[in-house]
């Protein structure tokens, strides 16, 4: 028995000690693997200096990572962001030579280099039409790669040459972008001189936030456009509420403009307008292009002062608006647009599919809501619902208008009051709808769905109608508001048929990435009286609306209608002073 004892002991000894090997050999597998799965995404490791380092040992500030929970506490005195900058000029070498050479850095920094063992370039590439970069890393941005999933392709294609650009962009940026040698040196430059007198390599464009979410990402994106046309980097300006929202957009780099910075919050720079006064460009400039009706024309639109801009290396924007078709009214830029959008009409949808991947937080409500209320639906009707004056608008009017809208044009079905009893189960498959509602108000959901519970409809489809928020009011400088924004705005994209409110940017956003012409809900002005009859108009673009086109031409002419001067532009229907792209076959 203590033989046996003992060679069960030995044994067992034995079969641990191999155990443990195994497990040890395992375990550092696993890890290896880990850390691999992890370098492109926001992994890091803190040195001594205050700075993290990334799996390649590359030196990167604590507040690149785009999580909200990384970003507080980041000092903003240019004195701290000098001396960061003398150190990473010195200790960044390595990290230069991956961003100087972009086959060094994807021969580098890709989990895989080879297109023949490449499926991470090939699901990418497959997925978007070429509009992704290949080599991002899943882990760290799920939906870049889920969103096919839940998304109908779409019938169209990034042209060649947008393509083109498209990297083109990516290697400017991964060669200027934040913490690189080239960044380093040029804000150095500009710390350093005011005026002008250095021609910089690099050329950036700091996008500054205004207003609710729709507005910001309908004017990033034309930011990214005005940023590609002029070969600048953007960098956006990303306080605590827009933190955690997006993946980030370029490989290998980050568009996160640091709170570290001393161009953070400027004192003493020059305006657009003082520039435009002395005729000469400064090293960094203000540019308010934001939502102002009665300010004096800005000329933006014009060759001269396009040109004075672009000498500019740190042009800093602020805005809410699409301002691309200001853009197209310059001639040079004009062709480079017709190129890259051979369909004038998909700017949006485009760029926004490319800039804007929900974070991996965002997506997991995205998805996880998709999943359960939405996957079986025969059809997904998206209904946004805006008041811009909640106080004297009457909940019930909208509520009227937006049922004469969705029956007028059969995207509801109606009710059969004749035959209230009537069950489902009589229709031999009952086709399933499903409405999903977007409004800061809880009752225009609750409303319809007890209205499609109550009575059968007389097509005998089922209707499951689902509201995922109903924040009460729009809040301002919080995160958990706009991840709610974010993720109703991207589930509305998902939908096959959009009803959208007028003037609203946060349909615009929807129906852009989703590719969809949504029937625009008329503006209610004060009651039920007024009631507007048609209720809704089917839009004839699924571009957004620009707000504030210039009223003149560059000889100071007041234009008086866009579309016979500029073919590819019509007044849009939900606001008659805007203007938005159109096809010019439209
Ligand atoms: P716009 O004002 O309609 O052009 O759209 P914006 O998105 O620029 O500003 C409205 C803001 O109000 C949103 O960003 C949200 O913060 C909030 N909001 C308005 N409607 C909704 C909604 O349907 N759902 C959620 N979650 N938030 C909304």
Known sequence: MDNNNNKMVGTGFNRFTTCSALFAMAFSLLLIITLLM????????????????????????????????????????????????????????????????????????????????????????????????????????????????????????????????????????????????????????????????????????????????????????????????????????????????????????????????????????????????KNSSPSVLYLNLQHTRDDPEKFFHCDHNQKLVQKVPLLILQTDQYFVPSLSMIPSFNLEIAQMFPERDTVFHHVGNYLFHPSNEAWGQISRFYDAYLAKADEKIGLQIRLFTPDSTPHEAVMDLLLSCTLQHKLLPELDKKNSAASTSTHEDPSLKVVLVASLFPEFGEKLRIMYLTEPTITGEVVGVHQPSHEGSQKFHNNLHNMKAWTDMYLLSLCDVLVTTSLSTFGYVAQGLGGLKPWLLHRLVGNRTLHPNPPCQRDFSMEPCYHIPPKHNCEGKAIKDFSSSFPYMRSCLDYSSGVKLVNVSV
């Not at 889920?146 to 109908?152: P, T, W």
């Not at 370029?250 to 403009?257: A, D, E, R, Y």
Request: aromatic share 12%; net charge positive; with cysteine.
């Open 38 to 277: 992890y370098q492109n995404s926001t992994f890091y490791l803190s040195d001594s200096e205050g700075f993290s380092k990334d799996i390649l040992g590359r030196r990167r500030p604590h507040n690149l990572s785009t999580n909200a929970s990384d970003i507080n506490g980041t000092s903003s005195e240019s004195r701290v962001w000098q001396e960061n900058l003398n150190i990473t000029a010195t200790k960044d070498i390595a990290y230069q030579n991956l961003t100087e050479s972009d086959e060094g850095l994807n021969s580098s920094c890709s989990r895989f280099t080879n297109d023949s063992i490449s499926p991470v370039k090939n699901v990418t590439e497959r997925l978007y039409d070429g509009l992704q970069a290949s080599g991002f890393d899943e882990a760290s941005c799920i939906s870049r790669f889920q969103s096919h999933l839940y998304r109908k392709a779409s019938p169209h294609k990034p042209s060649s040459y947008l393509i083109s650009k498209l990297r083109n962009y990516e290697k400017i940026h991964r060669k200027c972008g934040p913490w690189t040698r080239y960044y380093n040196r040029t804000m150095k430059k500009l710390l350093r001189s005011k005026k002008n007198s250095e021609d910089t390599t690099c050329k950036y464009l700091v996008w500054t936030p205004a207003n609710g979410l729709g507005n910001r990402i309908i004017s990033m994106a034309a930011s990214f456009v005005y940023a590609v046309l002029t070969d600048r980097v953007l960098l956006v300006k990303f306080e605590n509420d827009m933190m955690g929202l997006f993946c980030e957009p370029f490989l290998n780099s980050t568009w996160v403009f640091s709170k570290d910075s001393p161009f953070w919050n400027p004192k003493h720079v020059e305006t657009y307008e003082n520039m435009l006064a």
